[in-house]
């Protein structure tokens, strides 16, 4: 069955650095890949999708990769600010190209 | 646009007890689902509706847990009897198709003691 992996649970950082988020997956391979963030009480928001005959999205302060032989995807914040703080998801469409299955999530802290 | 609107928005029940909770999604969205995040995990997928029809509920636990979309707009989630284990924030999304980014509601949280 599909399974995905956010290699770590909570990731601290200092304000102006840059966070890696690593998203790790197995036994499919996916169309793209989707990251959300999700603050405390509120559902996740789209961040970006990525397909899999791209290597590489930006958006802003955000980059993403999705490499397909690792099957890995990497999110970047770059240049990181306190309100970057939040759990990010990555989020992979199942098998039958339905419906995205959700991996744990890792918290991001961003000291000031 | 208005976002996806879910209600109430937090529930406490005693075990053995009935819930629904309520779904309206953006205008003109086809797909809506309906996620269950338990406290540190991601969202799992419970069901998945394409305007009325179910497209999948194969995780959607049948024996208590149901759902509806009656003309392809609003959705209800309805659990007959609640377990402790059910204890969770149940999350209505909806998306333009189903390979379109999702936008999700806020949540129910739902508490059963």
């Known amino acids: 069955s599909q399974k995905i992996e956010q290699n770590s649970e909570a990731l601290n950082i200092q304000e102006g650095k840059t966070a890696t988020l690593t998203c790790n997956y197995t036994n499919y391979s996916p169309a793209y890949l989707q990251w959300y963030r999700q603050d405390p009480g509120r559902g996740p928001v789209f961040l970006l999708l990525?397909?899999?005959?791209?290597k590489e999205k930006r958006k802003e302060r955000l980059k993403v990769t999705f490499d397909t032989t690792l099957k890995q995807s990497l999110f970047h914040i770059t240049a990181s600010q306190p309100a970057d703080s939040a759990t990010y998801l990555c989020a992979l469409v199942n098998q039958a190209g339905t419906a995205l299955i959700f991996g744990k999530g890792t918290t991001l802290s961003v000291s000031s | 646009e208005a976002g996806v609107a879910q209600s109430p928005r937090y529930k406490i029940i005693e075990k053995r007890q009935s819930v629904a909770f309520w779904c309206n999604p953006i205008?003109?969205?086809?797909?809506l689902y309906w996620y269950q995040q338990i406290l540190g995990q991601g969202p799992k997928l419970l069901i998945q509706f394409q305007n009325n029809g179910v497209v999948d509920d194969s995780q959607l636990p049948k024996d208590r847990f149901s759902a509806e979309r009656l003309k392809g707009v609003d959705s209800t989630l309805k659990i007959q009897p609640a377990k402790l284990e059910d204890s969770a924030v149940y999350l209505c999304?909806?998306?333009?198709?189903?390979?379109?980014?999702?936008?999700f509601g806020n949540g129910t949280r739902l508490t059963v003691t």
């Open positions: 990525i397909r899999e005959n791209e």
């Open positions: 999304a909806s998306s333009f198709d189903s390979n379109s980014p999702l936008h």
């Open positions: 205008s003109g969205h086809a797909t």
